[in-house]
């Protein structure tokens, strides 16, 4: 069974940092492209970022360039966010999600497995 779960969210000050995990399990993370989406109080969920099958490449929106990096740990089956710099636009919940295809175009719309998510607040 494709499980994902989210942690390491909480609440910080703007400027700090927090990683974000996303724990698979019942599958091979690193042969599928997983990605991270946030979803802030009255917002559309948006894409934030995605890493393609065996890290040949990654995507970021626009808003988290500079400040963002999606990793993989292969040996933990897990997939990293490390969010530097936060601002206090980037509280949201955020989810990690595959469909368990190779690359990142259209992630969350082809049979998606979703991750419960973790709230990340970020205050002045």
């Known amino acids: 069974q494709v499980q994902l779960m989210e942690s390491g969210g909480g609440s910080v000050q703007a400027g700090e940092s927090l990683r974000l995990a996303c724990a698979a399990s019942g599958f091979t993370a690193e042969y599928y492209a997983i990605g991270w989406f946030r979803q802030a109080p009255g917002k559309d969920r948006e894409e934030v970022s995605c890493?393609?099958?065996?890290?040949?490449?990654?995507t970021y929106t626009d808003s988290v360039k500079g400040r963002f990096t999606i990793s993989r740990d292969n040996a933990k089956n897990t997939v990293y966010l490390q969010m530097d710099n936060l601002k206090p636009e980037d509280t949201a919940v955020y989810y990690c999600v595959t469909d368990l295809n190779l690359h990142c175009d259209g992630l969350g719309s082809q049979n998606p497995h979703w991750g419960q998510g973790t709230q990340v607040t970020v205050s002045l």
């Open positions: 890493i393609m099958s065996r890290g040949i490449r990654s």
